[in-house]
């Protein structure tokens, strides 16, 4: 898994390059502000929360796109967390879907705005901050979208509703 990831990185530096090449280096960094700043909107402030067995966060789905995803995988201080420890709930969803039962015949969707609640069973967290990845395969294109946020924990709390 892990020289998946180095390709990964090594294509979207690839690309980062062309794009500086083609159409400036400054117009690069505006379009990484974008993304950072898009990445502090999405997530929402604060919830990285402990809850029994592991920990709980929430994200708003972006204004800029819904999406059906396909496979969703998390990284919790870069050491993957089996799918069947990890659990996602949308807003309009009942109850939360286990990573394991997401695929390309039973996606999940996260329609535009909405609150996204997500689990990941990490055992018992130390105190800091600790670094999440979440990986989003989606149906579409770009086919695959991730979030790193970075936060400290909050103890003895409950998750996000």
Request: negative net charge; glycine residues 8%; hydrophobic residues 40%.
């Amino acid at each position: 898994m892990r020289h998946y990831r180095v390709v990964v990185d090594l294509g979207l530096l690839r690309d980062g390059l062309r794009i500086g090449h083609e159409y400036g280096f400054r117009s690069l960094e505006e379009l990484a502000r974008t993304g950072v700043f898009l990445q502090s909107v999405v997530y929402e402030a604060n919830s990285l929360r402990t809850v029994s067995g592991g920990v709980a966060f929430a994200l708003h789905s972006p204004p800029l796109r819904m999406g059906a995803f396909s496979r969703l995988s998390l990284r919790w201080d870069d050491q993957e967390v089996p799918p069947d420890a990890c659990t996602v709930r949308p807003e309009a969803l009942a109850a939360p879907v286990r990573f394991s039962d997401v695929s390309p015949t039973n996606p999940v969707v996260f329609p535009v705005g909405e609150r996204i609640a997500f689990t990941a069973g990490v055992g018992t967290p130390s105190h800091g901050p600790h670094t999440v990845r979440l990986e989003l395969q989606s149906l579409a294109i770009p086919p695959v979208v991730w979030f790193r946020l970075t936060d400290h924990l909050h103890h003895g709390e409950e998750p996000p509703p």
